[in-house]
């Protein structure tokens, strides 16, 4: 079975500070994983995924993140926040047939 | 129009009415989800069609009502609802998989409000 934890449902940065949203996950088959953002009265949009190509992925508006394998983990991180980021933020997981969201992380910016 | 669409985006309704959400996906995708997102709860999977036929129903109530009349479109009927079922209703869409790899793109929902 598959399933997704996102460490923190709100976290706070100042504007040009480093985002850090986590996430773990366990899977019984080699995963694939998903970040998605959603920002109000809106639905959700695709930011990165790991399909196993690079444990490294970029993906859109300057994230990018990190599957490690021995922690479990597919972190999300953005050198520098910037106001336009303040959303909700879901991690998934994939795998035989089934997709799992996580909670979810909601980030504010600080000016 | 482009990506997934989804109408209408608000609806009021009494618990005795019935209605209809529509969702359409103009990316030649074959494989379509309705999901639930009520605040503070994990987005619950609620119906998958895959190639027009329902594949998962997650136990839910027979008030809501899917259809899928073709890889485009997808409705889910609604009647004689419940307060505790407002929320926003999410349809998504993708490449019908095995292994799982293609990512959902979502509509901007339905918000519901049962009175």
């Known amino acids: 079975a598959q399933s997704v934890t996102q460490l923190g449902s709100h976290v706070s940065v100042s504007e040009g500070a480093l985002v850090l949203l986590r996430c773990n996950y366990s899977s019984s088959v080699p995963p694939y994983l998903f970040w998605y953002v959603q920002y109000p009265n809106q639905g959700l949009q695709l930011l990165l995924k790991?399909?196993?190509?690079?444990?490294l992925v970029k993906g859109i508006n300057g994230f990018e993140a990190e599957f490690k394998k021995s922690e479990t983990s597919f972190h999300l991180t953005k050198p520098s926040a910037h106001m336009s980021d303040a959303a909700e933020y879901f991690c998934?997981?994939?795998?035989?047939?089934?997709?799992?969201f996580g909670t979810g992380t909601s980030l504010t910016v600080i000016p | 129009e482009t990506g997934v669409t989804q109408t209408p985006r608000h609806l009021v309704m009494g618990m005795t009415n019935k209605k209809s959400l529509k969702c359409e996906q103009h990316?030649?995708?074959?494989?379509m989800y309705w999901y639930k997102q009520s605040a503070k709860k994990p987005l619950e999977l609620m119906f998958v069609y895959s190639l027009e036929e329902r594949v998962e129903n997650n136990s839910v109530p027979s008030r809501f009502s899917p259809e899928c009349p073709n890889s485009s479109h997808l409705f889910l009927h609604l009647h004689t609802l419940q307060p505790e079922d407002s929320a926003l209703y999410l349809c998504?869409?993708?490449?019908?998989?095995?292994?799982?790899?293609?990512?959902?793109?979502f509509g901007p929902g339905t918000r519901l409000t049962v009175t």
């Open positions: 990316l030649g995708h074959n494989a």
């Open positions: 998504a869409s993708s490449q019908a998989q095995r292994d799982s790899s293609y990512e959902q793109y």
């Open positions: 790991y399909t196993s190509a690079a444990t």
């Open positions: 998934a997981v994939s795998g035989l047939g089934q997709f799992y």
